[in-house]
C-alpha cells in the first residue's frame, strides 16, 4: 500500500495544477468532486489525495477571510468612489 504522507515533490505538482483553479469557486468545488471521483475510482491516487488536501486546506485557511474582505470592501467604497474616474 503507498504511504498516506505526501511527498515534497507530489504537493508541488498538486499545488501548480490546483492554485489556478481554487480562486475560482466553480473551479474549486468542481476540480474537487472531480479529484474525488478519481480517487475512488482509483486513478492517480497520491495526487488526488493531495489535490482534495489543498482544496481542504484553501477551505480553512482561505475562504474564512471571506466575510472580513467582503466588510472591508464594502465599508471602503465610498473611498474608491470619491476618486475621479479618469484617475483609473
Known amino acids: 500500500m503507498p504511504s498516506q504522507t505526501p511527498t515534497r ?8 495544477c490546483c ?3 481554487i480562486w475560482s469557486p466553480a473551479g ?5 468532486l472531480v479529484a474525488h471521483k478519481k480517487l ?9 489525495r493531495n489535490k482534495i488536501a489543498v482544496a ?5 485557511h482561505v475562504l ?12 471602503g467604497a465610498a473611498a474608491v468612489n470619491d476618486a475621479a474616474l479618469a484617475a483609473f
Open 56 to 60: 481542504r486546506f484553501y477551505a480553512e
Open 40 to 48: 475512488a475510482a482509483g486513478e492517480d491516487v497520491e495526487f488526488m
Open 19 to 21: 492554485l489556478p483553479a
Open 9 to 16: 515533490h507530489s504537493l508541488v505538482r498538486c499545488l501548480s
Open 64 to 75: 474564512t477571510r471571506v466575510p472580513g474582505l467582503r466588510d472591508s470592501v464594502v465599508a
Open 28 to 32: 474549486s468545488w468542481g476540480a474537487l
